[in-house]
């Protein structure tokens, strides 16, 4: 289950059990978790995202260290390898997991069902600015390569696609961070 903390000053207990019940939904979990789920077949938008259950004191830069975030970034790598083999659809689907290193606990599994919708989110990412009225995005691309500098290791068929860096702004905050992006090589059918 996903839980904010809400006592965020007090250590994390036990951070191996977190870890373990990851590793075991990322095992598995996720199938089960999706198996009742008979609207993906009519899902109406481009899209469907399923958040890892863990609690946000695990990856919170007080409480966490590289190696947790690291464990963390490849449990999710895994329930996408598993959502990968495990899911049978009958609509087009790309399965793709959204790494946020500064902020793992907005990382995310996305079923992608519109390849167009893919391609426009996903790296590389130009320069770019979004404005509303209360909101600025501005995206860059960047250097760096996650998937190297945390030794994570990627599914059978997926493949890194790169990252950008995002800098949002409204009216309460700024946050700035990376998002990064590991998917299926291609799209694929089930007859």
Known sequence: MRRLDVHPLKKLRNPARHLRSLRRWAEGGVLTHLAGRRQLEEWPDDYALLRPPFTSKL???????????????????????????????????????????????????????????????????????????????TTAPVDIDLVADWALTLPDGFADFGGYR????????????????????????HP
């Open 166 to 189: 995002m800098i949002e702004k409204t009216v309460d905050f700024t946050r700035a961070g990376h998002h990064w992006f590991i998917a299926e090589r291609v799209q694929r059918s």
């Open 59 to 137: 990856v919170a830069p007080r409480h966490t260290t590289p190696d947790i975030c690291r464990a963390v970034a490849q449990s999710l790598l895994d329930a996408a390898g598993a959502l990968s083999a495990g899911l049978k659809l009958e609509r087009p689907v790309r399965v793709t997991c959204r790494l946020e290193p500064e902020y793992l606990w907005d990382s995310t599994l996305y079923l992608i069902f519109d390849d167009a919708y893919f391609q426009v989110s996903a790296p590389p990412q130009p320069f770019a600015t979004t404005t509303t009225e209360n909101y600025e995005a």
